[in-house]
């Protein structure tokens, strides 16, 4: 049951989109993240540093897509102080793209938007660094599997 609305979203954004294999990905990616916050939450109180800083919120809402299909978002709600919002979200949650395949990673930016950050537009990063896709694209484990079969 969701007791608010949500009041900022982490994105992952694919040239390719997003299909039901990928999407069921990010889904179960989500999940992990979520298991990770509650996690922490109720062991606020005992896990330094995070005793300091006052005990944020969280509510998960279901991801969303874009009618493209090429951007997902996970939607938050809850209350959290900037120290919070950096500590859990300002470094992209790697939870929410290491389990994608490493070929699929090579394209996928990632995206926040939202509180406690005043950003009306999404800032958007590499989930790769830029200046390695190309390098990384030539490398075995990086292969699409249906590129191995040239």
Aim: include cysteine; aromatic fraction near 16%.
């Amino acid at each position: 049951m969701f007791m608010g609305k949500p009041n900022r979203w982490l994105f992952l954004r694919h040239p390719e989109g997003f299909d039901d294999q990928m999407l069921e990905t990010f889904r179960a990616s989500c999940k992990v993240w979520q298991a990770k916050i509650e996690a922490i939450l109720e062991g606020w109180d005992h896990l330094s540093p995070y005793h300091k800083m006052l005990k944020p919120s969280y509510e998960f809402f279901p991801i969303e897509v874009d009618d493209e299909g090429k951007i997902v978002r996970l939607p938050l709600g809850g209350n959290l102080s900037y120290g919070a919002a950096k500590t859990f979200e300002d470094a992209f949650p790697s939870e929410l793209f290491e389990f994608f395949p490493m070929w699929f990673q090579l394209d996928l930016d990632w995206g926040m938007q939202g509180a406690p950050r005043p950003l009306k537009t999404i800032r958007w990063a590499p989930v790769q660094p830029a200046w390695d896709r190309n390098k990384l694209r030539n490398q075995h484990f990086f292969r699409r599997p249906s590129d191995d079969s040239e």
